[in-house]
Nanobody, 118 residues
Framework: QVQLVESGGGLVQPGGSLRLSCAAS????????MGWYRQAPGKERELVAD???????NYVDSVKGRFTISRDNAKNTVYLQMNSLKVEDTAVYYC????????????WGQGTQVTVSS
């Protein structure tokens, strides 16, 4: 089992910055990729960014150039640095960890609220 705990959400003005953290514990050796997803009211959950154990990253187009995902394997923690935040970035942000063996399984955090408003 893997447990994920997110932190770092909050209220920020447009143009501001936040950094989200997701700390993994438990059977972290089984994690092959981690990522951040978000869900705004009335919308489906969408991928924001993910990163493999080897450091390969992927971003949704709407955050490219503004958000940066990084991973500290020694601390089993993944970060999402969010700059130039926009009102449309407002959502609950969820951390996900992907296990591939012995079977594919997704672990999810409880979510952290990010609100961008003036």
């Amino acid at each position: 089992q893997v447990q994920l705990v997110e932190s770092g959400g909050g209220l920020v003005q447009p143009g501001g910055s936040l950094r989200l953290s997701c700390a993994a514990s438990g059977s972290t050796f089984s994690i092959r990729a981690m990522g951040w997803y978000r869900q705004a009211p009335g919308k489906e959950r969408e991928l924001v960014a993910d990163i493999t154990s080897g450091g390969r990253t992927n971003y949704v187009d709407s955050v490219k150039g503004r958000f940066t995902i990084s991973r500290d394997n020694a601390k089993n923690t993944v970060y999402l640095q969010m700059n130039s935040l926009k009102v449309e970035d407002t959502a609950v942000y969820y951390c996900k960890a992907l296990r591939l063996a012995p079977s594919v399984y997704e672990y999810w955090g409880q979510g952290t609220q990010v609100t961008v408003s003036s």
